[in-house]
């Protein structure tokens, strides 16, 4: 059975539960209930910026933040990362003792942390090589806007939401040295791998 990426590459969702043979998107009610919850999460996210740009730049200069293409983690627990920065979160995974903390609560915290205190990975550290499946083999998934209209008319949709936002520890990254409260608003805002992501997670 073939894994597509819908919005963000990481995250790899059965092609047959989360499409019909027409290459259709299916209705929320049949799609698994995890693939449901990332697909609704990533409505949610797939259009905010990199975590590490953003702990770079803050929301003064929010705008010099690259778009994120890449998500690890689990929903409300997840790093979001552009092509630049992806090669630091998997040093960090690899060898400073995140591949520990996956699917600990905290996880996008103890990135985080690593990262605001300087931590990257080495000049020239590989990051994950990905393989593009014939496209023609595949159906074509929903861009963004698509993915969001859909959720939006199922009548389960409102509940997910509110499911997959409540509790969430913060909804962007964490928040910078001298940031005030009041700058803590934010928008709501894949081909297949070469190696196996397990829980969602790098692996060598």
Not at 20 to 31: C, D, N, S, V
Not at 45 to 70: F, N, W
Not at 118 to 124: I, L, Q, V
Request: one cysteine or more.
């Amino acid at each position: 059975m073939s894994k597509v990426s819908i919005g963000l590459r990481g995250w790899r969702f059965e092609e047959r539960e989360v499409f019909t043979e027409e290459g259709e998107f299916r209705p929320l009610t049949e799609i698994p209930e995890d693939a449901r919850h990332r697909l609704v999460r990533l409505s949610l996210i797939v259009e905010r910026p990199c975590d590490a740009c953003y702990l770079v730049h803050g929301d003064a200069e929010k705008d010099r933040c690259r778009q994120a293409t890449i998500v690890y983690g689990e929903p409300l627990d997840e790093v979001l990362l552009c092509d630049h920065h992806e090669a630091d979160f998997l040093y960090w995974f690899r060898e400073e003792g995140g591949r520990d903390l996956a699917g600990d609560d905290g996880f996008r915290d103890a990135f985080h942390e690593w990262f605001a205190a300087g931590g990257r990975a080495p000049e020239g550290y590989a990051g994950l090589e990905y393989v593009e499946t014939d496209p023609d083999e595949l159906p074509d998934p929903p861009d963004p806007q698509e993915i969001q209209r859909r959720l939006e008319a199922e009548n389960e949709f409102e509940g997910e939401r509110i499911d997959l936002r409540e509790g969430t520890p913060f909804e962007r990254p964490a928040k910078l040295d001298g940031e005030s409260e009041d700058d803590e608003d934010d928008e709501d805002a894949n081909v297949d791998l070469d190696v196996d992501l397990g829980a969602d997670y790098p692996t060598r």
